[in-house]
C-alpha cells in the first residue's frame, strides 16, 4: 500500500515554483517505487525497474530544461497503470487530472493482443498531445539504449532487430516534438543495431 498524500488545494503548482515543483516530482518518485518495487528489468542484470523510470523522467527534464515538473512526474509514472494495475482515478486523485491524463495518453491497452497493441502505438504517435510525444520519445530512447546495454536474455536476435524497427515506426510519428529526443533517439537505435550485430557475429564465431 502506498502512503502518498492526495492532490489538494496548493499541491500542484506552476513548475516554475522550484520547492512544489521539486515535491511533485519527489512524490512521482515515491509512487513509482512503491508500487514497481517488486519489477526488474528483462535483461541478464535484472535491473529494479525504477531505473527505467528514472531515466525517461532525466530525458523529459533534459529535454523541458527543467521546466515541466508535471510531465517528468508523468515519466515516473508512465507504467503504473499498465504493469501494476493501478487506475487512472487513483492517479488523478493522488496527482492531479493533468499528469494522469499524460500517464494514459502512453498507456497500452492491455485488453488488446500485443501485435494489435504495438499498431495502435504507431497509429497513434502522430495524434498524440505535444507533451505526450516528449514523453513517448524518451521512453523509446531509453529502451533501445537498455535494448544495447543489457538486452532480454530469451530475446533471439530477429526480435531485437524486430523492435529496433518497430521503435523507429513509432518515433516517426513523433517528428517535430523535441528535435534534441529525435537525435538521442536516433543514436540509440544505432547504438542498439551496432549492439545485435555484434552479438549475431559472436555467435556465429562461436
Same mark, same amino acid.
Not at 515519466?75 to 494522469?100: K, M, N, R
Not at 498531445?129 to 523509446?140: E, G, N, Y
Not at 532487430?161 to 523507429?168: L, Q
Given at each position: 500500500?502506498?502512503?502518498?498524500?492526495?492532490?489538494?488545494?496548493?499541491?500542484?503548482?506552476?513548475?516554475?515554483?522550484?520547492?512544489?515543483?521539486?515535491?511533485?516530482?519527489?512524490?512521482?518518485?515515491?509512487?513509482?517505487?512503491?508500487?514497481?518495487?517488486?519489477?526488474?528489468?528483462?535483461?541478464?542484470? @535484472?535491473?529494479?525497474?525504477?531505473?527505467?523510470?528514472?531515466?525517461? *523522467?532525466?530525458?523529459?527534464?533534459?529535454?523541458?530544461?527543467?521546466?515541466?515538473?508535471?510531465?517528468?512526474?508523468?515519466?515516473?509514472?508512465?507504467?503504473?497503470?499498465?504493469?501494476?494495475?493501478?487506475?487512472? *482515478?487513483?492517479?488523478?486523485?493522488?496527482?492531479?487530472?493533468?499528469? #494522469? @491524463?499524460?500517464?494514459?495518453?502512453?498507456?497500452?491497452?492491455?485488453?488488446?493482443?500485443?501485435?494489435?497493441?504495438?499498431?495502435?502505438?504507431?497509429?497513434? %504517435?502522430?495524434?498524440?498531445?505535444?507533451?505526450?510525444?516528449?514523453?513517448?520519445?524518451?521512453?523509446?530512447?531509453?529502451?533501445?539504449?537498455?535494448?544495447?546495454?543489457?538486452?532480454?536474455?530469451?530475446?533471439?536476435?530477429?526480435?531485437?532487430?524486430?523492435?529496433?524497427?518497430?521503435?523507429?515506426?513509432?518515433? *516517426?510519428?513523433?517528428?517535430?516534438?523535441?528535435?534534441?529526443?529525435?537525435?538521442?533517439?536516433? %543514436?540509440?537505435?544505432?547504438?542498439?543495431?551496432? @549492439?545485435?550485430?555484434?552479438? #549475431?557475429?559472436?555467435?556465429?564465431?562461436?
Amino acid at each position: 500500500m502506498t502512503h502518498i498524500l492526495p492532490a489538494g488545494p496548493g499541491t500542484l503548482l506552476p513548475a516554475d515554483a522550484e520547492g512544489p515543483a521539486l515535491m511533485l516530482v519527489v512524490r512521482a518518485l515515491a509512487f513509482a517505487t512503491l508500487r514497481h518495487t517488486d519489477q526488474r528489468r528483462k535483461g541478464k542484470r @535484472a535491473q529494479p525497474y525504477v531505473n527505467h523510470l528514472v531515466e525517461v *523522467a532525466l530525458l523529459v527534464s533534459e529535454a523541458t530544461q527543467g521546466r515541466d515538473a508535471p510531465l517528468v512526474a508523468a515519466a515516473l509514472l508512465h507504467d503504473v497503470v499498465e504493469d501494476q494495475s493501478v487506475t487512472a *482515478a487513483e492517479i488523478e486523485a493522488t496527482f492531479g487530472a493533468d499528469i #494522469a @491524463a499524460l500517464v494514459m495518453e502512453v498507456t497500452d491497452d492491455k485488453a488488446l493482443d500485443k501485435a494489435e497493441r504495438k499498431r495502435v502505438q504507431v497509429a497513434h %504517435a502522430p495524434h498524440l498531445t505535444p507533451r505526450a510525444k516528449v514523453l513517448k520519445l524518451a521512453d523509446k530512447t531509453a529502451n533501445l539504449r537498455s535494448l544495447a546495454e543489457d538486452p532480454p536474455e530469451d530475446w533471439p536476435l530477429a526480435r531485437a532487430r524486430a523492435y529496433v524497427e518497430w521503435s523507429r515506426a513509432v518515433v *516517426a510519428g513523433l517528428k517535430g516534438a523535441c528535435p534534441a529526443l529525435e537525435a538521442a533517439f536516433a %543514436a540509440a537505435a544505432e547504438e542498439a543495431v551496432a @549492439a545485435i550485430e555484434a552479438r #549475431a557475429a559472436q555467435a556465429a564465431a562461436g
